[in-house]
């Protein structure tokens, strides 16, 4: 961790008394922050909110690897209550993935299942598939998210819709206030992905990056970051470790904060893997 992340406990005491001991009793309410932009070299995320302050647009562009993939999603909350429209165009290398959804929500305010259609087309004209999507999400008694299950169905333009289909599921395993794994099945007896998560012990803050990624949909993501899919980690995460049939690999993080008299924010975030450093900028808005 860097040094001002290691004192954050220290600064957090002196602020503590410095304010106890002012003239000045009048409340103060604190200011709160959401995220409007992440970026690096090779990364640029935008998040865009309504007058209401929930997420309305996000925009993703990675050129990290040779292909360059980049999404759009925007969220639509008029019409029926307790449900968002979400609607995202994600460009994959040679892929167009066209998600059209609807997400419906508990009276918590938490996810409770989602339908949509995902159309997959091929150098932007060639249709590889169409499929209709059923997701429903499952909480523990602490409302933290645990399990996911997807039941997908090819079809096509005539309405015809294939009978069995595919059924898959997520599953999140918790510490308490941190999501220690995250694993994806086809098999109940074998992950076809899984990724590990450990954590700094004592240093967190007040507002910090979903470092862990998106939970099943890219688009997820900003969701994430307001609650709907239940509490996101306490915890600032030191290592990450994934593993798939293809893909094993670690990554380890380190944060810079801005500590204040009221809150503690991450203002930028490095990943470490491979021997290279990634370093993100987050900038935040006060709501």
Not at 133 to 148: A, C, E, G, P, R
Request: charged share 20%.
């Amino acid at each position: 961790m860097k040094r001002k992340c290691l004192h954050f406990a220290l600064m957090s005491v002196l602020v503590f008394l410095i304010v106890s001991c002012s003239n000045n009793d009048e409340p103060v309410t604190p200011p709160q922050y959401r995220i409007s932009r992440i970026c690096s070299d090779n990364l640029l995320q935008l998040f865009e909110y309504d007058a209401s302050g929930r997420i309305s647009e996000w925009k993703y562009e990675d050129l990290t690897q040779d292909r360059s993939d980049t999404y759009n999603s925007t969220y639509r909350y008029s019409g029926e209550e307790g449900v968002i429209e979400i609607n995202s165009t994600e460009q994959r290398g040679d892929e167009t993935w066209s998600f059209n959804e609807r997400l419906y929500l508990n009276q918590d305010g938490t996810a409770s299942h989602a339908t949509g259609n995902v159309t997959i087309l091929g150098n932007g004209e060639w249709l590889l598939m169409k499929k209709n999507y059923l997701v429903s999400f499952h909480y523990n008694s602490s409302h933290q998210l645990t399990k996911i299950d997807v039941e997908e169905k090819r079809t096509n333009d005539t309405g015809w819709e294939e009978s069995g289909g595919l059924q898959w599921f997520i599953e999140m395993e918790w510490d308490e206030n941190n999501l220690i794994t995250y694993s994806e099945y086809s098999n109940r007896d074998y992950p076809m992905f899984s990724k590990t998560f450990t954590y700094y012990e004592g240093d967190t803050a007040h507002y910090i990056p979903i470092v862990q990624g998106p939970i099943l949909r890219h688009y997820y993501l900003p969701l994430q970051y307001q609650g709907l899919f239940g509490p996101q980690s306490v915890g600032l995460v030191k290592e990450a470790s994934f593993s798939s049939n293809f893909l094993n690999h670690s990554t380890t993080f380190s944060y810079d904060l801005s500590v204040s008299v009221y809150n503690s924010v991450v203002e930028k975030y490095s990943e470490f893997v491979r021997g290279a450093e990634v370093e993100y900028t987050i900038t935040w808005d006060r709501k």
